[in-house]
């Protein structure tokens, strides 16, 4: 901070506190003050104050400056009524505004006051997670979330977004947060780090939004590969030898991390797939192929539903790590997996995996299926150690998406739907499929 | 654009024109398309369409266009009073989110879907310029302008601005902005610019939004000098000796300017004065005094109001470029003009002057008045070559700020306060000041 | 400078000049000084007190420096004749470094020790300029500028250059460089260096060194076409419509500048032009000729030494400015200029015209010759208007240069080797060719 | 590569190797090319060539090589001779131009040629490294080393390097690298590496050349702080507090590395220091005291041969890791250590200890000497745990350079001569200190 800005905030705190009756204002009453002082000279001051007492503040402090926002910083839903009749009355500019001003609770204006002060669009999403975190006991402040909702789509527009490349060059500092994001295969160490970053057949991209440079928004792994791999602990061996870059033609996104929970709700994901898609092709014409390869999160959870015994054997070999047993009864997992995949339904009819939702939303399709592909304790754990290929075909891309969005359509290759089947015909899986694949839509 | 882009274009605009029916789809139906689109696969090539057609269609096409987003884009009254009326009888996250959605006009939603196109943001600042323009002849557009600045409000938050040095190392393509952009005393040529970047004593800050890195915002010229001057030719001067920068006390502001026409109404101007006082203190702690040179845009115009014959002579000595007889009447017309900028008020009661109302509600103060101070044809014009100085005094700004803003009391230096008398007590300006020198607060 | 520096500078001057019979010390004797400083604490203080004394010498100051060092910094022959022999007698590391220390002139360590200075690089460089303008009436300073040369040419090592284009994004200050270096077709504005560097059909490139990062070394400038151009006014038009970049087939190298008359001897320009080459190759693959528009600078002067009057005649008419007449012969003086180029040599067996020996040196080919190709006045006078393509064609530049080099051949096409016989069938040149077209080596 | 590049490097190769008579040309005969070539169209890919068979080679291969520059690209002793007696008879341009080509070693303009090549300058300091390896064997082999070090000095000349902070937004491919080369106290992992770089009272800058973007040359971490510290392992502590950069009044140079084995004896250090102490006190003019806390890596070996046997019983002492003998015998330690510095030297006058050598001759003085103050095993064993200040006072720098520059005195605070003499009166140390004390000057 410089001098003088050092000078204007002394003289601004001296100023602010020095009536005795002011004494230690509480937060309440300077979130108040902020909405209505009418210059801006003093306006980041006290948007400073506010967010440095808001990060001072402990648990209860915090609910009770949430609950604040949510009851005193509603909208008047009578006021808003009447702004909305007089403007169905006559439509101009003052009745306009007026409605535009009334019906946008105050606390949405104090986020955007509160965004003044340089750094301020990071602490304000961190403010977010702990909304998020007390909301899950005081649902009422989920009304106070939507409107960070509204205000965080605007602000992290995918326009304002910048795609940047993660590589070994990248700041330590960068490079420390995407070991600490990473939330599919964890990153061991800046050994492990480098060996996803400087291969020259290996990319990571991410999103960032300029107000917080140094903090990535999501970011993707990629391998280049020659055809498409079946085994992430192959994908991410010490030892393996790296592809030349050229000699290529696919691309593998092993690994999506979103990185902000303060960020929930706002998708980057699919934007950034397109992105790093186009960028990738045209860098390396010859890649022809861009294919993830995906956890199936869900599976463990579902077979564990199911009441076949083959399916318990399963379960019960991924539980004591008998990779043995696995690997003979590879096909059969396989048909499960595809079973589950493709006819495995949420309430609302979108597939039961999340993992699945996301891709399959994208306008990517179920491509394949593999056993023994990831055999870490958590991969046995959650999915027996299958994992599944979707395939971003972009002559499909669009037409998928559509299917899906209109139909709820799971689009899967021949060789996935037959294995679907397979796991049918075999009696499985429940003939009342209807039932036993259902799970609530907020599961 | 890259070949996989090209190919999802294709695809997509094939896919999108290949039924008969669709034949070229008005740009109407793209904009409910592109709302209604439930993935963003399609929805980033539909935005960019649409912002292609806007910008391929004539003033007719254009105003069609507004017309639209004022008439079908614009919020349902009864809804809203109903969704209002609603959410008041059972305040919870669902009664909320409905309010929200249906509170605010789908041209909003438009315009963040539009922005998901790299560069839109500079596009849609573009549209408001048009729209502001038909709005002219249309007032009912001006509803959605308000939407327009809502969101850029948003979007062009303090936060999110970077403040950029300009200089001689600036790209030339962002300089040749500053030449087309300069509005208070032109910029001749790219030796004229070079004068007022290059020597040691010149500084010049601009804001820029990271989505629009190129076209800056607002800037403000700066000259650091060994005292206030009174001139703004000698600031100008070619054949100047520079001050070396560690001896100069006082940086003079003497040129602000705005520099998005679509960005109207969104004030960048007081934070801007106030970082750049800040970094200079930090960069040359000798500074003492931060003051501007500043014209008095609305005096000529006051004065040919007034029937006071030397008022009457001065103004006519001024047409003729007479700087002899305006040399002789310099203190007479200091007076003039110190009465003008301190007792002339608008309807609202503020200054009649607007770049007075900026800087007074910046907190300023004005400091000192000058004759002959700008003696191009312009300045002989506006104001018979009168400028002032406003002080920046960091003690000092905060109250003044909080005073005119609650009492719009207009702070003087008492030099100036005593020129004002002299012009009451020598008889120049009306006793019924009350009629005279209010002006209509829309001049 | 820092208060550190500045400490320790006052302290070395007080210091320095402390003792009375020191005065104000010489310049030689400073240099002295330099060259026998034992450890660098005073070093740098000293090489920029050095620097700065030269600078602020007139010509006759400036030119005894350069006599001290010719005539006092030299090398020592017979202790260089006697290091020599005891080399020859017994080689072992301290006779050979004896032998290196003597065997170089002690101006070329205090060359390196006066490089200390931060950008002392380019004062250097600049102090070589005024070396060489002096050398013209005292040749014996030649022999300084032999260290000097040697200096340069290890330190502006093509592996310490760095490529970097030149655009309208290019800082204003490099810009106005390129705008004072430009040599050939003269930049006239900066609306005319516009539109030189933004359209997408153009390209700028320059050699940087890193220790004169604002300062280019040479520049070329590039225009993207369909087809081989033939005018140089065409390639310039204020009008033209640019042709889209990825439609180029051809580029078109027009003008080629070196920039600093410091490094004379030092060439670049091969280098450059390579690696645009295969710049442009690798961002623009469906470019396939890559060819300049070269004038003929010695044509004119050629033409007036032959004694035949249909030459005679055109050199009349373009000192008229008849195009008419230019135009109607256009033919014979393609044919004029063919027979030069290919013809016309030095004493050393090389082509007359520097420009031709510069690209045919480089591998380069004549490809095309045009008449009325470049009809401002200096083309005319210089070349009736005429000018030359030199191609640079991958396949063949190493055997071209090859040949060259050996054998002095000057290669060109089918067209322009039938265009230089119908010159001598014709008898408009001389048929003791020996004779006549011969030039001095030294011209 | 460019497919330009390649194809060049393709059709080159064809070209050059197409003779049967060449077979595979040896590297010496492709060497003798290169000095040969005219242009420089097949110089780089050459030079490249050169470059990529000598680091193909086994040592044998490179040793040969070695040889081959040593014996055949030799300066002609007689040739030189001949040449000086020429130029002693005539100066004049022609020859003291033969002089100079002929009195250098071909192999310096074989080094500049391959040095044409992208990243070629690393490539030559690695060459280096192996030279000087094979050169302990075959002392023949430094005559060549002599032109590689002459070449050095000006490629690396203080006017190209560029001095850039280290810290935790540096790129990781520098960082690890900073972890490789620390050489002084051992960095065990990227959180250690951290602690010396993130928190605000820790400094790290490093000199680099433009061509070898992102490799050091050399660098030093500082550590501010509130008074002196006496002890590497409270610098280092993990748990320490941090001092507030702006707090603090004492700079700390706790480690200097020198990166490249291949830059022996181009001296970079003193540089290095004098140029950080100016930027930090620039940056933090609160900094009244810039020290070093420094190894005594002669003392213990030098202990090892005094017959005192309170001499020998610290030795065992630290040996032992015995640390509370070490603590109650700190004062004689002191003394001894003191001693050790100030008088203990090598034959040529100089201190006998390696870092003192290197402090006193940049202007330090001896400040402070601090036992248990290196517990590691290393300090232990090196220096019974002892470290040392070294001072530098910019008001004294010059002048203690210059003294002991020219007669070799040691300088030292007060309290540090008080230490030596107790050394001395307690009869610790050898009254015929003159033989005792001496060590070898090539120790």
Redesign the interface.
């Known amino acids: 901070m410089?001098?003088?800005?050092d000078?204007?905030s002394t003289?601004?705190e001296r100023?602010y506190f020095s009536e005795p009756t002011k004494g230690r204002r509480p937060i309440e009453a300077m979130c108040h003050d902020l909405l209505t002082s009418?210059?801006?000279?003093?306006g980041?001051q006290l948007a400073r104050m506010i967010l440095d007492r808001f990060e001072a503040l402990e648990d209860a402090g915090r609910l009770a400056f949430f609950q604040f926002l949510t009851r005193d910083m509603?909208?008047d839903?009578?006021a808003?009524?009447q702004a909305?009749?007089e403007?169905?009355a006559d439509?101009?500019?003052a009745t306009?505004?007026a409605?535009?001003r009334i019906?946008?609770a105050p606390r949405q204006e104090l986020a955007?006051r509160l965004?003044?002060?340089?750094?301020?669009?990071a602490r304000l999403v961190a403010m977010r997670t702990d909304l998020l975190r007390f909301a899950k006991d005081d649902?009422?402040l989920?009304?106070t979330d939507?409107?960070f909702q509204?205000?965080f789509?605007?602000?992290f527009?995918?326009?304002?977004l910048?795609l940047r490349r993660i590589n070994?060059?990248?700041?330590?500092?960068v490079?420390?947060r995407i070991i600490a994001y990473e939330a599919v295969h964890a990153i061991d160490s800046?050994d492990d780090l480098?060996r996803r970053l400087q291969p020259e057949d290996r990319r990571c991209y991410a999103f960032f939004h300029?107000?917080m440079p140094?903090d990535p928004l999501i970011f993707v792994e990629v391998a280049l590969a020659k055809g498409i791999p079946g085994s992430i602990q192959a994908v991410l061996a010490e030892e393996r030898a790296p592809v030349r870059a050229t000699d290529a033609d696919t691309a593998v996104f092993y690994s999506i991390s979103n990185c902000q929970s303060g960020l929930a709700g706002i998708s980057f994901g699919?934007?950034l797939i397109?992105q790093v898609?186009?960028?990738l092709?045209?860098d390396l014409?010859h890649l022809k192929t861009f294919v993830t390869l995906s956890p199936i999160p869900g599976l463990g959870r579902w077979m564990d539903g199911q009441d076949d015994e083959r399916i318990t054997a399963l379960r019960y070999a991924a539980r004591q790590g008998d990779t043995k047993k696995l690997t003979a009864e590879a096909d059969p997992l396989r048909a499960i997996a595809a079973h589950y995949l493709l006819e495995a339904k949420r309430d609302n009819g979108l597939p039961a995996d999340p993992v699945a939702r996301f891709h399959l939303?994208?306008?990517a399709l179920v491509h394949e299926i593999h056993a023994m592909a990831d055999t870490s304790a958590n991969g046995l754990n959650a999915s027996c150690g299958a994992m599944v290929n979707y395939l971003y075909d972009?002559?499909r891309?669009?037409?998928n998406?559509e299917d899906f969005?209109s139909t709820r359509k799971v689009v899967a290759s021949k060789p996935v739907q037959a294995l679907a089947r397979t796991a049918r015909t075999t009696g499985m899986t429940a003939a009342k499929a209807g039932d036993k694949t259902r799970t609530p839509s907020n599961a």
Do not use: C
């Open positions: 410089t001098r003088l800005t000078l204007l003289l601004f100023r009418r210059g801006d000279v003093s980041m509603d909208v839903p009578a808003v009524a909305a009749t403007y169905g439509r101009n500019k306009y505004s409605l535009l019906a946008e955007r965004n003044q002060v340089p750094g301020a669009t649902p009422a989920l009304r939507q409107d509204h205000l789509s605007s602000w527009n995918r326009g304002f910048v070994w060059d990248t700041p330590a500092s490079l420390e800046w480098r300029p107000a140094d699919n934007s397109k898609v186009a960028d092709s045209r014409p939303n994208n306008g972009s002559n891309i669009e037409e998406h969005a």
